[in-house]
């Protein structure tokens, strides 16, 4: 069963501090790991698809990397209106669905 | 485009009660998913379709029923409503199945009472 586990639970950081965010999966074989933004009382927003170990993407102040194992979210100088919850999710091969992390909420203070 | 839309954004039912989610995406996507979301959890699928007249079931089926009706919408059905299905309900499309980037409606809030 693919399982998908992101931490911490919630961040909280001043506005300029960087900071990463982690999504750790086990996935019989992984086609994608996904990147949402949720911001409170809205559907997630697509961020970015990872699809094999050792990529990278990036916009604006988010930059996402990917292991055989985990994936992390770096967030360089965030500002306040980074403030979001982050969801990971992975598709495995084959599979027509994804299976979603718990989220990490992302609290930045100016 | 609208993207993905979804009615109603609010409703309040009795236990036993019955009433249908509807979502409708106009960027002509194959793929289509419900899932449900609880305070501080992650979303889980309840049904998908990966193509028109194809569906099937996620992690949380027990209780609903969905209708892929044509290529741009797909239903939620709740037979007879139960306090444990007050939730937040997210219907979200994909241009295919094999890649899952999904965008996603603004969401439906039940309440079960």
């Known amino acids: 069963e693919d399982q998908v586990t992101q931490s911490p639970e919630a961040l909280r950081l001043q506005e300029g501090e960087s900071s990463s965010l982690n999504c750790s999966y086990t996935?019989?074989?992984?086609?994608?790991l996904f990147w949402y933004r949720q911001d409170p009382g809205k559907g997630p927003e697509f961020l970015f698809t990872?699809?094999?170990a050792g990529e990278e993407k990036e916009k604006e102040r988010l930059k996402a990397t990917l292991t055989k194992k985990e994936s992390f979210l770096h967030i360089t100088a965030p500002k306040p209106e980074d403030s979001a919850t982050y969801l990971c999710?992975?598709?495995?091969?084959?599979?027509?669905?994804?299976?979603f992390g718990d989220g990490t909420t992302l609290t930045v203070k100016p | 485009n609208a993207g993905v839309t979804q009615t109603p954004k609010f409703q309040v039912l009795k236990t036993g009660q019955s009433m249908t989610l509807q979502c409708a995406q106009d960027?002509?996507?194959?793929?289509m998913y419900w899932y449900r979301q609880d305070p501080g959890m992650g979303l889980r699928l309840i049904y998908y379709?990966?193509?028109?007249?194809?569906?099937d079931k996620g992690e949380v089926p027990n209780g609903y029923n969905v209708s892929r009706l044509n290529k741009r919408e797909f239903s939620l059905r709740l037979e007879s409503a139960a306090p444990s299905q007050t939730s937040v309900y997210f219907c979200?499309?994909?241009?295919?199945?094999?890649?899952?980037?999904?965008?996603f409606g603004p969401g439906t809030r039940l309440t079960v009472l």
């Open positions: 979200a499309s994909s241009v295919v199945w094999v890649n899952n980037e999904q965008f």
């Open positions: 996935v019989s074989g992984l086609r994608g």
């Open positions: 990872l699809y094999s």
């Open positions: 999710a992975v598709q495995a091969t084959n599979a027509g669905k994804s299976t």
């Open positions: 960027m002509n996507h194959n793929s």
């Open positions: 379709s990966a193509s028109e007249g194809t569906t």
